[in-house]
């Protein structure tokens, strides 16, 4: 069974603060990973992706891998309240595989 | 307008009847999905299709059907309904380039009484 491991929090950090957010997955295999970002209520959108050991920075969002240590964080810069939502860690085992497994998401709250 | 649609957003309804959770698409992408989110897990993939003649069973098809109209629309039913399949359903689609980047629909909850 794969699995895609995430501390559901919730996680509070204060406004301007770095947000880091981290997941494991056990699958050794795996090839691609991704980050959703899930405001309540609404649907997930994807924010990040990463394919290759190190950092992918988009703006104020880093994704870092680690694949001998088979884990993926996000560091969210200067967090605003809107960067509250839940996040969602998803992994591609690759090998033909067309299925993301999901982690259970980390609920992050930034607080003015 | 929303470039995936689901029908109907909300709907309640009573163990034994069948359910039909529609999902269309403008995209224009050859794969679609259909997800199911429980609060505090995560998503969970139901049914995958890569194209009107493929349909692919997922984690948790059981209890669960789906059909393949046209490209742009992938529909998922419940032939009868149960309390434990009360959730939120999510239908998603992707191009044939990969399968990470997923475009979701609004959500349909569902509520078995």
């Known amino acids: 069974q794969k699995e895609v491991e995430q501390n559901s929090g919730p996680l509070s950090v204060p406004e301007g603060a770095i947000a880091s957010l981290n997941c494991t997955y056990s699958d050794r295999g795996s090839q691609s990973f991704f980050w959703y970002r899930q405001y309540s209520g609404k649907s997930p959108e994807l924010i990040m992706f990463i394919y290759s050991n190190g950092d992918k920075e988009d703006g104020r969002f880093t994704a870092q891998l680690n694949k001998a240590s088979q884990y993926v964080s996000l560091l969210i810069r200067d967090s605003q309240p809107s960067d509250s939502a839940t996040y969602l860690c998803a992994v591609n085992p690759g090998a033909g595989s067309y299925q993301l497994t999901f982690g259970k998401g980390t609920k992050l709250s930034v607080i003015p | 307008d929303a470039d995936v649609t689901q029908t109907p957003r909300n709907r309640i309804t009573k163990t034994g009847k069948r359910i039909m959770l529609e999902c269309s698409q403008t995209k224009g992408h050859d794969r679609m999905y259909w997800y199911r989110q429980d609060p505090g897990l995560g998503l969970q993939l139901i049914y995958y299709s890569f194209d009107v003649k493929d349909i692919n069973k997922g984690e948790i098809s059981d209890g669960y059907s789906v059909s393949r109209q046209a490209q742009a629309k992938f529909s998922l039913s419940l032939e009868s309904a149960i309390p434990n399949q009360t959730a939120l359903y999510f239908c998603?689609?992707?191009?044939?380039?990969?399968?990470?980047?997923?475009?979701f629909g609004e959500g349909s909850r569902l509520t078995v009484l």
């Open positions: 998603a689609t992707s191009d044939s380039t990969g399968a990470g980047e997923l475009f």
